[in-house]
């Protein structure tokens, strides 16, 4: 098993829906957690992280830890077409720790 | 201010031969990061260097593979003796200290063994 599963996608929304990507994870140990987003051919940039359970919002995304479920998600509302890329989660067992990153899930957004 | 840069951009190159690819890292960033994509296999960590400790090289594939940063900047990652499943885009991170969470990444190397 994977320490980090999360749908390939890919997903294909209309413009102004919201959208929800998940992801779980096998290893207790990870504090934090993260979202990048991929446009293609390019490399990952952070969109959010976390290091808690609950919810941190910012502006249209919001991510969502459920430790005791190993599960977390990323919210996107009115979804533009200018979020079409691929998101991948990244889990981290704490700072000074490498990334353990989910395959991502492909995204698109049609006007 | 600049970015993770890479060079080149994309290479391709005959099986058998080795390859350099070169990663600038952000200035003042003291952690680099060495990752592979390949298709529909998400990003495989291969090496992790921060400021003067020794690098973390755990996920490097085979002895093919190496990896050096020189005073503290700019790293090379080397392949020697290329094979096809090498085919993949390299990306390098680069991030400030132990904030490991918070990497920049460059636009990658996309490397085809022919």
């Known amino acids: 098993q994977k320490e980090v599963e999360q749908d390939p996608g890919p997903l294909s929304v209309p413009e102004g829906a919201i959208v929800s990507l998940n992801c779980t994870y096998s290893?207790?140990?990870?504090?934090?957690f993260m979202w990048y987003r991929q446009y293609s051919r390019k490399g990952p940039e952070l969109l959010m992280y976390?290091?808690?359970?609950g919810n941190k919002e910012d502006g249209r995304f919001t991510a969502q830890v459920d430790k005791s479920s190993k599960y977390i998600s990323l919210f996107i509302r009115d979804s533009q077409p200018s979020d079409s890329a691929t998101y991948l989660c990244?889990?981290?067992?704490?700072?000074?720790?490498?990334?353990?990153f989910g395959k991502g899930t492909l995204l698109t957004v049609n006007p | 201010g600049a970015g993770v840069s890479q060079s080149p951009s994309n290479k391709v190159t005959e099986k058998g031969k080795d390859v350099e690819l070169r990663c600038d890292p952000i200035?003042?960033?003291?952690?680099l990061y060495w990752y592979r994509q390949s298709l529909g296999q998400g990003l495989e960590f291969l090496i992790y260097?921060?400021?003067?400790?020794?690098?973390?090289k755990s996920g490097l594939p085979s002895d093919r593979f190496s990896a050096e940063r020189t005073g503290g900047s700019v790293s090379t990652l080397t392949i020697q003796r290329t094979q096809q499943e090498d085919s993949a885009v390299y990306l390098c991170?680069?991030?400030?200290?132990?904030?490991?969470?918070?990497?920049?990444f460059g636009p990658g190397t996309r490397l085809t063994v022919t």
């Open positions: 200035s003042g960033h003291t952690a």
């Open positions: 976390t290091y808690s359970s």
């Open positions: 260097f921060q400021g003067n400790s020794a690098p973390d």
């Open positions: 990244a889990n981290s067992q704490g700072s000074n720790y490498k990334l353990t």
């Open positions: 991170a680069s991030s400030l200290g132990l904030q490991t969470y918070e990497q920049y």
């Open positions: 290893n207790s140990a990870f504090q934090y």
